[in-house]
């Protein structure tokens, strides 16, 4: 299972981004997809997941109301729209595969190379 993961950048506080994680290998259409984040001097946390048929979405509390996750089945892709982005956004944020119910509490089995959000005040 390949994970590639995509659009992170250098933004300013308040502007979006949209982050994108195409899925290859194996039947990963029939796992859930999630994103996570680590700060530096953090640990990683969870951010939000989509099952496998994008019918069921879990948000972590301090990203709720501003990001939105959705998943292109056909495309085997999970994408993060990111909004009014805040300096404590700022992370490295890792496209993570594994089965609903357990991919939220980090029982991950695959990772994605991360992708840099910097959010600047």
């Known amino acids: 299972v390949q994970l590639q993961a995509s659009g992170g950048g250098l933004v300013q506080a308040g502007d979006s981004l949209r982050l994108s994680c195409a899925a290859s290998?194996?039947?990963?259409?029939?796992?859930?997809l999630g994103w996570f984040r680590q700060a530096p001097g953090k640990e990683r946390e969870f951010v939000a997941a989509v099952s496998w048929s994008g019918g069921n979405i879990i948000y972590a509390d301090s990203v709720k109301g501003r990001f939105t996750i959705s998943r292109d089945v056909a495309k085997n892709t999970v994408y993060l729209q990111t909004a009014s982005l805040k300096p404590e956004d700022t992370a490295v944020y890792y496209c993570?595969?594994?089965?609903?119910?357990?991919?939220?509490?980090?029982?991950?089995?695959?990772w994605g190379k991360g992708t840099q959000v910097t959010v600047s005040s």
């Open positions: 993570a595969l594994g089965n609903w119910g357990k991919i939220s509490r980090g029982w991950v089995d695959y």
């Open positions: 290998g194996r039947t990963v259409s029939r796992y859930a």
